[in-house]
C-alpha cells in the first residue's frame, strides 16, 4: 500500500510482450496513511457498508492518483496507449462470499486519461466458482518462456500474501496462494515504529526468534489452509507476538513466514526445485530469504542459493504491473485470464470490466 507500480507494455495477449517503460510512484503521506487505518478497521464484508462513505472518498483519492501517473508514463512514452488495466488497491478479499473489494473507480479514471480502461479482473473468476487469486500465472508463463527459462520451474512470489506458480513443459501446471508474505512483518513494523517495513529484514536481524510461539502459531495455520486456498491479508493478525519488543516481534513473524514457504520448495520426491525463482516484493528481505535458505540447506539438498527473478534479467519490482497489463490485453481480446489448474474456476475464464467514459 507504499504506492503504484506502473508499466507500459506492447503485447499480442498470447506469446509475446515487450518491456516499455517502468516506473513507481509513492503515495503522498495522507494517502498512505487513509489506506492503511482503513485497512485496519475491514475485518469482514459488513465493515466495507459500515464504512461506506469514508471509503468511497479514498477510491477517489486513489482514482485520482493513478489518472496523473497514468498521464505521466503515456506523455514521458510518447505513445497511443490503448488501454488501461487498472488493479487497484486491494482492502478485502473473501472468496467463500465471493466478495473481492479493489478501490479504484474505473469510469473516472477513463474519463480523466482519456483511455479504455480494464478493471475489476477478479469478480468474474469468483461468480465461476474460482478463488479469485492468483491472476498472474499465465504471465509468469510467457515471462518464463521468453527468457529461456528451464522448465520445470517454481515461481515463489512473495508479496503481501505469499503464492507459487508451477510451469512445466506444457504450461502451468499448479497455482495456489500460500500464506502470509510481507503483511505480518509489515503490519508488526509499521504499528511498532515509524517505518512502513522491514528494510532488508534488518530489524528482524536484530531480534530474538520465540520458536515457542511460532510452533502454536503453525499449528493454527495449518488448520486455516485445510479450509481455505485463496489468502486475504485479513485472515492472518499479529496477536501471537503481542507484548514482544519491535525487534523480537518482527525476528518471530519473519521465522514464521519463512517456516510456511520453505516447505513449499522442497518436493518429496526430488528434494529441492532444480529451478526455484524467488518474485515479488520479499525477494528483498535478505533476512526472510536467507531463513528460507538455512533451513533448506539444514536438509542438506540446496546445492546452490536460491535465484531471484532478477538474475534473469527482470525487474522483479514491476512484474505485477506488467502482469496485470498483459491481463488487461487477454480481457480485451476475451482470452481466459484464469484456469481451473490455477484458481479453482470451473472452466477456462476471461475477466476484467471494459469501460470507455469519454
Not at 498512505?32 to 459488513?46: A, E, Q, Y
Not at 480494464?118 to 479469485?132: A, H, I, P
Amino acid at each position: 500500500m507504499d504506492g503504484v507500480d506502473a508499466s507500459i507494455i506492447q503485447s499480442d495477449g498470447k506469446s509475446k510482450y515487450k518491456t516499455i517503460l517502468d516506473k513507481y510512484f509513492e503515495y503522498p503521506k495522507g494517502i498512505f496513511k487513509d489506506l492503511t487505518t482503513l485497512r485496519d478497521k475491514i475485518k469482514s464484508s459488513k465493515d466495507l457498508k459500515r464504512f461506506g462513505k469514508q471509503t468511497k472518498s479514498i477510491v477517489r483519492e486513489i482514482t485520482l492518483f493513478h489518472a496523473k501517473v497514468a498521464n505521466k508514463i503515456i506523455k514521458k512514452s510518447k505513445l497511443n496507449v490503448d488501454f488501461i488495466g487498472f488493479h487497484g488497491q486491494t482492502i478485502f478479499h473473501n472468496a467463500e462470499e465471493q466478495i473481492s473489494k479493489q478501490l479504484g473507480n474505473g469510469k473516472l479514471l477513463s474519463k480523466l486519461t482519456k483511455k479504455r480502461v480494464v478493471y475489476n479482473f477478479r469478480q468474474n473468476d469468483l461468480k465461476n466458482g474460482g478463488q479469485g487469486a492468483p491472476l498472474t500465472p499465465i504471465f509468469h508463463s510467457i515471462l518464463v518462456k521468453q527468457k529461456k527459462i528451464s522448465l520445470p520451474v517454481v515461481i515463489l512470489n512473495i508479496g503481501g500474501i505469499a503464492n507459487y506458480t508451477f510451469i512445466d513443459e506444457k504450461g502451468v501446471s499448479s497455482s495456489s496462494d500460500l500464506g502470509p508474505g510481507n503483511c505480518l512483518i509489515d503490519q508488526w513494523v509499521r504499528l511498532n515504529s515509524k517505518k512502513k517495513y522491514d528494510e532488508n529484514g534488518r530489524i528482524a536481524k536484530s531480534g530474538k526468534i520465540k520458536k515457542i510461539i511460532i510452533n502454536k502459531a503453525l499449528r493454527n495455520f495449518k488448520k486455516k489452509k485445510l479450509t481455505k486456498s485463496s489468502f486475504d491479508v485479513k485472515d492472518f493478525d499479529i496477536s501471537f507476538v503481542r507484548g514482544l519488543s519491535l525487534e523480537d516481534g518482527a525476528a518471530t513473524l519473519t521465522e514464521y513466514t519463512s517456516e510456511i514457504l520453505y516447505k513449499y520448495l522442497i518436493d518429496s520426491e526430488r528434494g529441492i526445485w532444480e529451478n526455484a525463482i524467488i518474485a515479488g516484493g520479499g525477494r528483498k528481505n535478505k533476512f526472510l530469504i536467507k531463513s528460507i535458505e538455512d533451513k533448506i540447506k539444514s536438509l542438506g539438498i540446496l546445492k546452490s542459493p536460491l535465484k531471484l527473478i532478477d538474475d534473469y534479467g527482470v525487474d522483479g519490482d514491476f512484474i505485477e504491473s506488467q502482469a496485470f497489463a498483459y491481463l488487461a490485453i487477454r480481457s480485451y481480446l476475451n482470452l481466459p485470464i484464469s484456469f481451473p489448474e490455477t484458481t479453482g474456476v470451473r472452466e477456462p475464464c476471461t475477466g476484467g470490466i471494459i469501460i470507455k467514459n469519454f
